[in-house]
Nanobody
Framework: QVQLVESGGGLVQAGGSLRLSCAAS????????MGWFRQAPGKEREFVAA????????????SYADSVKGRFTISRDNAKNTVYLQMNSLKPEDTAVYYC????????????????WGQGTQVTVSS
C-alpha cells in the first residue's frame, strides 16, 4: 500500500512559480511511476506530468502535457520518498486542484491506470 500526501499549493500571480511536493510511504516507491494530474472546476481531471523508473539508480524518464511543456518540471528524490512538480511561468489557466498519483510500472497519461492518489492541493493563479 502506498499513501501520498501533497503540499505546496497556494495563490500566486501570473508569471510566478510554485513547487508542489508529494510525500509517499511504501518501500517500493523508487520503482513506481509517479504522475501529477489537475482538475479545474467543471472540468475533467487531466494529465500534467509523469516520471517513470527506467532501470538503475538514476534512470528516469519524464513526460509532460503539451500545455505545460517547457514550464513545468517533474522530479523525484527517492531518498526522501518524494516527487516534485516545479511550476514556472504560471498562467491563470493553470488554476486547479493538483493531484499526485502512483502506479507500479510505467507512467501513463490515463488517470484510470493509477492505483494510488493523494488528497490534492489547490493552486490558484491570479491575472
Amino acid at each position: 500500500q502506498v499513501q501520498l500526501v501533497e503540499s505546496g499549493g497556494g495563490l500566486v500571480q501570473a508569471g510566478g512559480s510554485l513547487r508542489l511536493s508529494c510525500a509517499a510511504s511504501g518501500r517500493t516507491f523508487s520503482s513506481y511511476a509517479m504522475g501529477w494530474f489537475r482538475q479545474a472546476p467543471g472540468k475533467e481531471r487531466e494529465f500534467v506530468a509523469a516520471i517513470t523508473w527506467s532501470g538503475g539508480s538514476t534512470n528516469y524518464a519524464d513526460s509532460y502535457a503539451d500545455s505545460v511543456k517547457g514550464r513545468f518540471t517533474i522530479s523525484r528524490d527517492n531518498a526522501k520518498n518524494t516527487v516534485y512538480l516545479q511550476m514556472n511561468s504560471l498562467k491563470p489557466e493553470d488554476t486547479a486542484v493538483y493531484y499526485c498519483a502512483g502506479r507500479p510500472g510505467s507512467g501513463t497519461t490515463s488517470s484510470l491506470l493509477y492505483d494510488y492518489w493523494g488528497q490534492g492541493t489547490q493552486v490558484t493563479v491570479s491575472s
